[in-house]
């Protein structure tokens, strides 16, 4: 089972990264396909978290990959 929500979501993940068509989902979801959040003004944002764990004389990184995350600006409103 883990294995296959693994795969969907590195799916959904890769669909997401491509601009053209997160700012078509978006458009459709929240304007009615108006064609409001343009692809070029998409800009993606670091979303990774580092963590030290352990004891302090010999901590251990974890690092953890997020969903993706992406700012628009809307005649200057960012979302």
Do not use: W
């Not at 993606?44 to 004389?57: C, H, M, P, Q, W």
């Not at 953890?64 to 700012?71: E, L, M, S, T, W």
Request: proline share 3%; with cysteine; glycine share 6%.
């Amino acid at each position: 089972m883990s294995q296959i929500r693994n795969a969907s979501d590195s799916t959904c993940k890769k669909l997401f990264r491509d601009d053209g068509c997160f700012a078509d989902i978006c458009n459709y979801a929240f304007f009615q396909g108006k064609q409001i959040i343009k692809p070029e003004e998409l800009v993606s944002r670091e979303n990774d978290v580092s963590t030290l764990i352990g004891k302090e004389a010999l901590p251990m990184e974890t690092k953890r990959y997020r969903d993706i995350v992406r700012k628009a600006s809307i005649n200057g409103e960012y979302m």
